[in-house]
């Protein structure tokens, strides 16, 4: 049950009737009632009248009683909405017997591509990748359990002129020895042996472009020289995937190279339909409403006066190809934000071209960088890149570290569990829980911090509900499913904080829509936070095993109810519960 649009489709027709039009009622949780609906101050101006006088005119309009909310004019014109009791004990108490938590599946699925991580072949994962393979691996999850077809796409660059001077280095070296550097997962060290002959060696410099020549026609013994360099990186990255605990698959693996074929006919067609234009001896797309620092129209190369083919018509390619083949009608690029004009600039281009168009949908999901202490790109001490792989087992050993001091009888193989979940949990968290427009700093002290907006946070009050339960006979396992005893027991609210955690128990499915819409996955972290801050002032102020059977059942339901939800909101975030920290 999704009480906030519940609330906003009996409203929005007492405004259109006020108003004389369609109007969103800005319905919200409020601090002084249940929900608020501010859109009457919004009116005033365009209606020319007071705001309290349109609430109260909208409020004779609207239908309400019979769904058990009362509704008052407060303020200058808010509208104050809060439910009945048992109308809210209801709508909760059908919570606990929907296996998705109030959630439907969607009726109108989609096939959503959702391109994302994308590391380059022969280079280490480094924390750049983060945000990417963090988000994407989000968006995918929560798009599936709403019931979409979910086509993971991860984008890798595995093809281009690089690679010319990869396969010589590999050459050089004997392919048994370069096979041994690569499967040890030190990439970047065979790349940079590799550009440092390139750069000093003239010999080495004109083998590199010649087997770029070879790759690109097809020689056979090259061809297998790359494919080793991709396979040995592909290894790689899938324990990155692994350790960070991702969705990512070997089937998921799509490079540069999967379009290379399509290059030609993609360039075909923009002449054919009258978009190409030369500039500089390069075929280009002037789309409208682009220009440069100097006010000129700036271009998308397709293709460079030397032949080639640069990212635009990969991307052009791969585009088309998800639309036309794949069937999406939902393309997501979860790419940082130093790349949304590219992206604009495609998607202007593969709209112009008649492959991209409604109901299909190309979104670019850019995102902000990750910043050290010192405000800055997050670096190394030596100034180079941070690791991924480094971080990550940075977070781990600090998680790990962390549960043994607090707990010194954990046995080795629970602290490395507890370790691993809290750990990932934290550096996913800390990244998904901030706009992803923004910057973050990376924080060891708070990201691992057990209060304030932290998944260890959520995830203590996840493993201290299971407590409760455990104690009260409801999951004797750590891993059992939570079945209440009474699980139809009549909700009472005895005190305000039990009325206050109904409430925000009854957000979820309004959160959940909106983050399908918009894919801004901090308002699902925030309203996780939100529920388990409400269950800790319910925790402190209303005993649950010592208080009367009726109460007691009914607290039981709640604590069961908000397990649940931390449980499916973090699951669909890709951070682990644990029963016991």
């Known amino acids: 049950m999704d009480l906030e649009k519940l609330l906003s489709d009996r409203l929005a027709p007492a405004f259109a009737a006020v108003a004389g039009g369609p109007v969103d009622p800005l319905v919200r949780r409020s601090g002084r009632a249940d929900y608020q609906s501010d859109a009457a101050l919004a009116l005033a101006r365009r209606l020319g009248r007071p705001p309290r006088d349109i609430a109260g005119a909208v409020l004779a309009h609207a239908v309400l009683d019979d769904i058990g909310v009362s509704a008052e004019v407060s303020g200058p014109g808010f509208i104050n909405l809060t439910l009945a009791d048992r109308a809210l004990a209801d709508l909760v108490a059908g919570l606990a017997g929907d296996a998705r938590l109030g959630v439907p599946s969607t009726a109108t699925p989609q096939t959503v591509v959702v391109d994302y991580s994308a590391p380059n072949v022969a280079k280490e994962m ?16 929560l798009l599936t359990w709403l019931g979409h077809r979910v086509v993971r796409v991860n984008h890798l660059g595995d093809w281009g002129t690089p690679f010319g001077m990869l396969i010589e280095h590999l050459i050089d070296l004997g392919e048994a020895e370069a096979a041994q550097h690569l499967s040890m997962g030190d990439l970047d060290t065979f790349y940079r042996a590799a550009r440092v002959k390139f750069d000093e060696d003239e010999a080495f410099r004109e083998r590199s472009r010649l087997r770029v020549v070879a790759l690109q026609g097809g020689d056979e013994r090259t061809r297998r020289l790359w494919r080793l360099l991709v396979t040995q990186s592909e290894r790689y990255f899938l324990t990155v995937y692994d350790l960070l605990d991702v969705g990512l698959s070997g089937d998921d693996f799509r490079g540069e190279s999967a379009y290379n074929h399509l290059l030609a006919g993609v360039v075909d067609d923009l002449d054919r339909l009258g978009l190409l234009r030369p500039s500089g001896g390069a075929e280009c797309v002037f789309p409208p409403g682009f220009t440069g620092r100097d006010g000129a129209p700036l271009p998308l190369i397709v293709r460079k006066s030397d032949g080639g083919y640069g990212y635009p018509a990969t991307d052009l390619a791969a585009l088309r190809q998800r639309v036309g083949e794949l069937g999406a009608t939902r393309l997501l690029y979860v790419v940082g934000l130093p790349q949304r004009q590219h992206f604009a600039m495609v998607f202007a281009v593969a709209e112009a071209a008649g492959w991209l168009h409604p109901p299909v949908r190309a979104e670019h999901l850019g995102f902000g960088s990750i910043l050290g202490a010192d405000g800055r790109m997050l670096r190394s001490r030596a100034g180079e890149s941070v690791k991924l792989v480094g971080l990550l087992e940075e977070a781990v050993a600090r998680a790990t570290d962390l549960a043994r001091s607090r707990n010194p009888d954990l046995d080795t193989e629970a602290a490395a569990e507890i370790g691993r979940a809290v750990g990932i949990g934290a550096i996913k968290y800390a990244d998904l829980s901030v706009d992803r427009t923004k910057d973050y700093v990376l924080d060891w002290e708070r990201m691992l911090a057990l209060d304030g907006n932290t998944a260890p946070y959520l995830q203590y009050a996840y493993a201290r509900i299971r407590s409760v339960l455990r104690r ?29 955690l109904a409430v925000e128990l009854l957000g979820f499915a309004g959160v959940v829509g909106e983050v399908e819409r918009s894919l801004e996955l901090h308002q699902l972290a925030g309203y996780l936070h ?23 059942e009914s607290r039981l339901l709640l604590a069961g109810l908000t397990a649940r939800t931390l449980r499916q909101g973090l699951d669909l975030l890709g951070i682990r519960t644990l029963a016991r920290m």
């Open 530 to 552: 939100r529920l388990a801050t409400a269950f800790s002032a319910f925790y402190e102020r209303c005993p649950v095993l010592r208080a009367s059977d009726e109460l007691r």
């Open 472 to 500: 009260a006979g409801t999951a004797a396992q750590p891993d059992a499913p939570i079945v209440l005893a009474r699980p139809d027991a009549p909700i009472v609210f005895a005190q305000p904080a039990e009325r206050a």
């Open 126 to 141: 480094h924390v750049g990748h983060l945000r990417s393979t963090v988000i994407g691996d989000a968006a995918v999850r």
